[in-house]
């Protein structure tokens, strides 16, 4: 019989040693929380029922990341890993299949889980084990004579013959729910730590009649948990050295992997070169022969073929089309379009604006609110002033406009097709098809003209 999934994320913990006032399931992995990365992988199995057991901080908890399960069910007081499933019992379906996961075992695999729920139905209750070369500190797995599981025993109740074995309890764990409410009253706190331990569900089933199965963990990684920030870093490191990994394998050069980090979800086309010092973060699209030089950061956007980011170029919410050249040190903020072949030099910065196919803005410009058509000619120090302290105005350039350098485009304004500004200028009034504008003052000349002479005697 093939039952439906619950699922369980334990997120109590205070994280003591994070020494923080961050929950510590709300510290983030690659950007994104602990816990997220836990309820995601939860999400990707067809759970119908998501449960999570918060304690410390639990208002934060589930206020950043209440979208995403089911219910957050608060435990009061910490007194177990028993204790904390006991309080999902009034949630969870008989006719389920519950697996238990922790909001602080990020890395855990989808296909490592499918793996044990395989294994386990109403007469088998499955238990991730794992060989580990040091098993300090974990519940270590006893096993008869025919190798069957026999117990869970915790460091702090293990004798010294039980710490000698490397076959650990990774705390992941399948039990069919109606059987799990008959047991967990029976669990009781006569241990070292005088906690309710869900590792006794083992003996408990067993007398039960129920079979306890085992399913081997190979990876070490997925079942590492996060106790301080020391481990969260090398966690970090895994995580980014299994995606670079990823990156190779499907095509994608990497100056250096071990400065590269990815935080999100991003996808990158093959024979695109990435130089050193580059963080992809949010939801990022890089197509084929895209080059991305030193030190550029892309948060939520896309990158066309061909284009070329040259070292420094900061972009945030924007779409940036084939065969374009940005930087170096171009900043592209939020709402930004760059058409076919646009080009944005060094120390320009473009908000909220679409620049046309072709065009140019090539020096110490900003441009901000505005449409730019295509094949635009933005000369050096040129600046569109979008606000007048109060409101925030558009400037809409058509196509083939030449704008001579430092010129003051002063919004709202309109520059038609063809429209010419003389360098300099600081234009306030529409511009037609073909005129050319100039808003400067003359340049006069005086003769003989005698320098101020110093006061100092
Ligand atoms: C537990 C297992 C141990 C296993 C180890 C793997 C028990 C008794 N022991 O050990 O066999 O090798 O995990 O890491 O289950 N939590 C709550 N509420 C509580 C207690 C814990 O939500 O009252 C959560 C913690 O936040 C944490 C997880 O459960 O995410 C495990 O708790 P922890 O105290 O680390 O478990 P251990 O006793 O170390
Ligand atoms: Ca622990």
Known sequence: MI?????????????????????????????????????????????????VVTGFGSELVEQTLGDQANRFVLQKEQLGTAHAVAQTIPYLEDDALVLILYGDVPLIQKTTLEALLDKVDE?????????????????????????????????????????????????FMAIPVNRLKTWLPKIEANNAQKEYYLTDLVEIALADGCSVVTSDCENQQEITGINNRAQLAELERIYQQNMHTEFMNNGVSLADPARFDVRGNVTIAPDVEIDINVILEGEVNISSHVKIGAGCILKNCSVGEGTQLHPYTVIEDAVIGKNCQLGP???????????????LGNFVEIKKSIIGEGSKVNHLSYIGDAELGDNVNVGAGTITCNYDGVNKYKTMIGNEVFIGSNAVLIAPLEIKDGGFIAAGSTITKP???????????????????????????
Do not use: Y
Request: aromatic share 2%; net charge positive; proline share 4%.
């Open 3 to 51: 039952l439906k999934l619950n699922v369980v994320v334990l997120a109590a913990g205070k994280g003591t040693r994070m020494v923080s006032s961050l929950p510590k399931v709300l510290h983030k992995l690659a950007g994104k929380p602990l816990l997220s990365h836990v309820l995601d992988t939860a999400r990707s199995l067809a759970c119908e029922n998501l449960q």
């Open 329 to 343: 040190f171009a900043r592209v903020r939020p709402g930004t379009e760059l058409k076919d072949s646009a080009k």
């Open 431 to 457: 511009v037609a098809r073909d005129q050319l504008a100039i808003g400067r003052s003359r340049q006069s000349n005086i003769d003989g003209w005698k320098r101020p002479e110093s006061n100092k005697k």
């Open 123 to 171: 007469n088998h209750m499955g238990v991730l084990t794992c060989t580990v070369t040091d098993p300090k500190g974990l519940g270590r797995i006893i096993r008869n004579n025919n190798g069957q599981i026999t117990s869970i025993v915790e460091e702090k109740d293990a004798t010294p013959e039980q710490k000698a074995i490397a076959e650990i309890n990774t705390g």
